[in-house]
């Protein structure tokens, strides 16, 4: 595929990340009355949509459906004018975290029991492998400045099957170049979420967005991904 201009893959796809907006504004519908008016949650979702209309051309090309962080990415930059409007209204990061961590929690639960068989059962298998391998050398090579990049590390035989290493992620600087970083742990605590739901054993020590050097997720089929709330459970720490 031939290099894209920056910000044109997401604009050609502008009317479907609009409607995904919709549907996760949707959540937040339900979720915000505890907090705010319900005539304040629809006027401050529709500032925050027009905001996210104008990001988008912003938003880095890191390979499109070829990497399969560019829907995280795409996830960051729709949450983010809702962040700050709701941090603007007085909401703490620890209770975005929270909001974001249950919508996850939920939409990753209500996928069907075969969707979730599926996606483990290829996630300890040579092609997951592969895959990684392949995601990490791509990475390396510097194409995409904006992508995560990543170290896959093979199991030790004892205590993992397999992990990977992000040393760069493509949320911290997406957050960072908007003086935003506070917000990219919110993401890093959504990964228990998802993992836990696709009862994929997983586990994580540390992170770039917490001030490590690296992101350490380890793999195990015979894990149990603890729940990531309250974050104060998990080995790794949080900063909310």
């Not at 070829?66 to 700050?84: D, W, Y």
């Not at 911290?172 to 917000?183: L, N, T, V």
Request: overall charge negative; some cysteine.
């Amino acid at each position: 595929m031939a290099e894209q201009s920056h910000g044109r893959y997401y604009l050609d796809r502008k009317p479907h990340l609009m409607a995904q907006f919709d549907l996760a504004t949707g959540y937040f519908s339900t979720a915000l009355p505890p907090f705010l008016e319900t005539f304040e949650i629809s006027h401050l979702l529709d500032q925050a949509r027009t905001e996210f209309e104008d990001i988008l051309p912003e938003l880095p090309y890191i390979g499109g459906e070829s990497n399969m962080l560019t829907k995280s990415l795409i996830q960051g930059a729709q949450c983010l004018p809702i962040f700050e409007a709701l941090e603007a209204k007085g909401l703490e990061i620890r209770e975005l975290a929270r909001l974001v961590y249950e919508w996850t929690e939920r939409e990753i639960e209500a996928k069907s029991e075969e969707k979730k068989r599926n996606v483990r059962g290829f996630y300890f298998s040579p092609g997951m492998r592969a895959v990684e391998m392949n995601r990490a050398a791509e990475s390396q090579s510097g194409r995409f400045p904006e992508d995560w990049v990543s170290e896959f590390v093979d199991g030790d035989g004892r205590g993992f099957d397999f992990g990977i290493d992000f040393v760069e992620c493509g949320l911290c600087k997406f957050f960072g170049r908007r003086g935003a970083e506070r917000y990219t742990p919110i993401f890093c605590l959504s990964d228990y979420a998802t993992y836990r739901a696709f009862k994929i054993g997983f586990r994580r020590t540390r992170t770039l967005a917490a001030g490590a050097a690296a992101c350490d997720f380890r793999f195990n089929q015979d894990w149990t991904t603890p729940r990531g709330w309250p974050p104060e459970s998990l080995e790794e720490y949080l900063p909310f």
